[in-house]
């Protein structure tokens, strides 16, 4: 069983507005929480990393949040444009395996005019 | 310019028939990682390094090599390629891997005939 999974797989919004993706992770004891952003046929692009001590983090119009009790993660793009087009993924990786990485199978957003 | 870089870009190729994908970053980062990404299934690691000559087994290490000989270059080799073995791959690189985000290259996308 994966152990980041993300919600929903997939979303169309209009240009100009907000979304939220979720992530819900199983991933312990938990060491820090990444979400890139994957443009069609190119490699992730990192936008946040937080650790279990950060709770909000922004890059720009991405805003991401951390629920380390419950688990829990999201991100929050504001005022979509059409670039924002792309696959966001969730990883999350642990203190007890350095270098290993779990990822989930990504959310899927398309922006139409 | 840094970057992460693959060759080749595209492969195809015949079921047991050796090769090697190449990986280098110019960025003299100490952990560089092989990802696969198929369908449905998001990112999956293969195999990690945390500097020359540390190599780690990732989720999905078998029928892959890798070797670690340089701080700059880490290839992937398939042995014996087989069909299940079709995928894009992807290499990354960080300083570090705490808190480091990582850069990944442009991918391989590898189809065993």
């Known amino acids: 069983k994966n152990q980041v999974e993300q919600s929903p797989q997939s979303l169309i919004i209009l240009e100009g507005k907000n979304c939220t993706l979720q992530c819900n992770y199983t991933v312990s004891p938990f060491s820090n929480l990444r979400w890139y952003k994957q443009d069609t046929g190119r490699g992730p692009v990192s936008l946040t990393i937080m650790t279990f001590s950060e709770n909000t983090k922004s890059n720009g119009r991405y805003t991401a949040t951390l629920d380390a009790d419950t688990k829990q993660s999201s991100l929050h793009i504001t005022a979509s444009q059409l670039s924002d087009s792309a696959s966001y993924i969730c990883?999350?990786?642990?203190?007890?395996?350095?270098?290993?990485?779990?990822f989930g199978a990504g959310t899927q957003v398309v922006v139409t005019p | 310019e840094a970057q992460v870089t693959q060759n080749p870009r595209y492969l195809i190729t015949v079921t047991g028939k050796k090769l090697t994908v190449t990986c280098s970053q110019n960025m003299n980062h100490e952990y560089m990682s092989w990802y696969r990404q198929d369908p449905g299934l998001g990112l999956r690691q293969i195999y990690y390094?945390?500097?020359?000559?540390?190599?780690d087994k990732g989720d999905v290490p078998e029928g892959y090599k890798v070797s670690r000989k340089e701080k700059r270059n880490f290839p992937l080799i398939l042995e014996s390629p087989s069909p299940n073995q079709t995928s894009l791959y992807f290499c990354?690189?960080?300083?570090?891997?705490?808190?480091?985000?990582?850069?990944f290259g442009p991918g391989t996308r590898l189809t065993v005939t």
């Open positions: 390094s945390m500097n020359v000559e540390v190599t």
């Open positions: 990883v999350v990786s642990s203190t007890d395996s350095w270098g290993k990485f779990q």
């Open positions: 990354a690189s960080a300083r570090g891997t705490a808190l480091n985000e990582q850069y």
